[in-house]
Structure formats: structure tokens, C-alpha cells
């Protein structure tokens, strides 16, 4: 399972080339950073390819910011996807 929060069209790439090499996948949008959008993407997953072997989680965000100029919204939505994200899936 390919999961995509913005890009689409990268996620269904990624799906034709995993299918080239006669594999099956299915691309799913999910925002990491909400544990009922995973559960829901983990359920989809589970459905379309049957149990889950392997997690490879390469989500990941970073704003080039000084420390002083970020925003406590900034530090939400980085550790929100990067830590908390890596929580919820596995």
C-alpha cells in the first residue's frame, strides 16, 4: 500500500511501477497525523491486499525556519506527522 497525503499522481506512479514488477499495490490517501484516517487506511490496506507483513514509513516534513521564528503550529504539524505519525501506523 502506497499512502499519499498531497500527491496523487506520485502515489499512482509509484503504484505502476510496483505493478511492472508484477506485484500488487493500491495508492491511499491518509494525513498520519489523525489516528482515524489510519485506522481507515490500515483497514483499506487490509482489504485490498490482505495482512500487513512490513512497514516502511518514509513520511516525513521539515521547515527550513529559524527556531526563533517557528510557530508552536509549526512544531504541532512537524511532530505531528514525523513522530506521532510513525506511532499511529505502526
Known amino acids: 500500500a502506497v499512502t499519499y497525503l498531497q500527491s496523487a499522481e506520485g502515489a499512482a506512479g509509484t503504484v505502476a511501477e510496483i505493478g511492472a514488477m508484477g506485484r500488487r499495490s493500491v495508492a491511499l490517501h491518509c494525513d498520519l497525523r489523525d489516528s482515524a484516517a489510519v485506522s481507515a487506511m490500515i483497514g483499506e490496506a487490509r482489504s485490498a491486499l ?41
Do not use: H, Q, Y
Open 50 to 90: 490482505g495482512p500487513i507483513d512490513l512497514l516502511v514509513l518514509s513520511a516525513g516534513v521539515f521547515r527550513r525556519t529559524p527556531i526563533e521564528a517557528a510557530s508552536e503550529d509549526d512544531w504541532d504539524w512537524l511532530m505531528d506527522t514525523n513522530a506521532k505519525g510513525a506511532f499511529l501506523c505502526a
